[in-house]
């Protein structure tokens, strides 16, 4: 099993995250993670500022997003940034991609939530299309392209690895259909997840966030799902916490079920939290 560490996106002082980057590149893990959020109250960077911020003070970890909503983007201008960030991590690159839940801020981008999974294919399709194509020619339904040409391409060939998130079911199959591997978000419950990647191929890649604490913090953990989800009563039902044992104890379930990767995301006092994950957490289930 491979653990990864969210990126802690709400500080406000780059100090802070370098010494979180560097001391995540001396423990057991194997990647660092940044989350999508847009638009919100909670003051949260933004995802890939953040991992090209990243790629600059690591050299070991790779970096992942989960997930971007590439229906909301322009995906030319998405390709761009993304091969950019690859080149510039020398290609450490995971990229995450999800339709969304909610249409709720389309107007605000100037979109209308009709035809949006077409939409979201097609930006896919031309994201995948200008990193191993030389000149791309496309009549979509939302898009026309004409000979177009992206430089530089991604170090990894043919692209940075494609990791679909989404808890319905068409989403499960887009995953299994166009993806690399399938991440279930931390606002997911356990149960429902587990009844989810029933719906993979058994040696599809799985992975999962994890909102945890150690510890005896549930108020702690429904005081951050109340200003980043405005939701404080989803801790209950989302959230581990507990003993170190209680901890490994879900993460093991998680194994047994098939999940190959786990993104542990403390989401207060993340420096003393990832390095008692690692100390006495990650050795009870490795």
Same mark, same amino acid.
């Given at each position: 099993?491979? !653990?990864?560490?969210?990126?802690?996106?709400?500080?406000?002082?780059?100090?802070?995250?370098?010494?979180?980057?560097?001391?995540?590149?001396?423990?057991?893990?194997?990647?660092?993670? @940044?989350? *999508?959020?847009?638009?919100?109250?909670?003051?949260?960077? *933004?995802? $890939?500022?953040?991992?090209?911020?990243?790629?600059?003070?690591?050299?070991?970890?790779?970096?992942?997003?989960?997930?971007?909503?590439?229906?909301?983007?322009?995906?030319?201008?998405?390709?761009?940034?993304?091969?950019?960030?690859?080149?510039?991590?020398?290609?450490?690159?995971? $990229? @995450?991609?999800?339709?969304?839940?909610?249409?709720?801020?389309?107007?605000?981008?100037?979109?209308?939530?009709?035809?949006?999974?077409?939409?979201?294919?097609?930006?896919?399709?031309?994201?995948?299309?200008?990193?191993?194509?030389?000149?791309?020619?496309?009549?979509?339904?939302?898009?026309?392209?004409?000979?177009?040409?992206?430089?530089?391409?991604?170090?990894?060939?043919?692209?940075?690895?494609?990791? !679909? @998130?989404?808890?319905? *079911?068409?989403?499960?199959?887009?995953?299994?259909?166009?993806?690399?591997?399938?991440?279930?978000?931390?606002?997911?419950?356990?149960?429902?997840?587990?009844?989810?990647?029933?719906?993979?191929?058994?040696?599809?890649?799985?992975?999962?966030?994890?909102?945890?604490?150690?510890?005896?913090?549930?108020?702690?953990?429904?005081?951050?799902?109340?200003?980043?989800?405005?939701?404080?009563?989803?801790?209950?039902?989302?959230?581990?916490?507990?003993?170190?044992?209680?901890?490994?104890?879900?993460?093991?379930?998680?194994?047994?079920? @098939?999940?190959?990767?786990?993104?542990?995301?403390?989401? !207060?006092?993340?420096?003393?939290?990832? *390095?008692?994950?690692?100390?006495?957490?990650?050795?009870?289930?490795?």
């Amino acid at each position: 099993m491979e !653990f990864a560490i969210a990126i802690p996106q709400t500080y406000s002082d780059p100090a802070r995250i370098q010494k979180f980057l560097r001391r995540a590149e001396e423990l057991p893990l194997i990647a660092a993670w @940044g989350i *999508e959020q847009v638009i919100g109250t909670a003051s949260v960077l *933004e995802a $890939v500022t953040t991992l090209t911020y990243a790629a600059a003070v690591t050299k070991r970890l790779r970096l992942g997003i989960a997930v971007l909503l590439i229906a909301q983007r322009n995906p030319i201008d998405l390709a761009k940034a993304l091969s950019s960030l690859d080149v510039l991590s020398n290609g450490r690159l995971i $990229v @995450g991609v999800g339709l969304g839940a909610s249409t709720q801020y389309y107007p605000a981008y100037g979109l209308t939530p009709e035809g949006r999974v077409t939409r979201f294919r097609e930006n896919l399709e031309i994201m995948k299309r200008l990193w191993t194509e030389d000149k791309v020619t496309l009549n979509g339904r939302f898009s026309h392209l004409e000979n177009i040409s992206m430089q530089p391409k991604p170090v990894q060939r043919p692209h940075p690895p494609i990791w !679909f @998130g989404g808890h319905a *079911e068409a989403a499960l199959r887009r995953a299994a259909e166009l993806g690399d591997g399938y991440i279930g978000a931390g606002s997911t419950p356990m149960d429902a997840f587990l009844k989810d990647i029933k719906q993979l191929p058994a040696d599809f890649p799985k992975a999962k966030r994890l909102y945890l604490a150690l510890g005896d913090n549930l108020s702690r953990l429904r005081e951050w799902f109340g200003a980043f989800y405005h939701k404080p009563e989803l801790a209950d039902q989302v959230a581990v916490w507990g003993s170190p044992q209680q901890i490994a104890d879900q993460i093991v379930r998680l194994r047994d079920a @098939g999940v190959n990767y786990i993104l542990l995301n403390p989401v !207060f006092d993340e420096e003393a939290q990832m *390095e008692r994950l690692c100390q006495d957490v990650l050795p009870r289930v490795m």
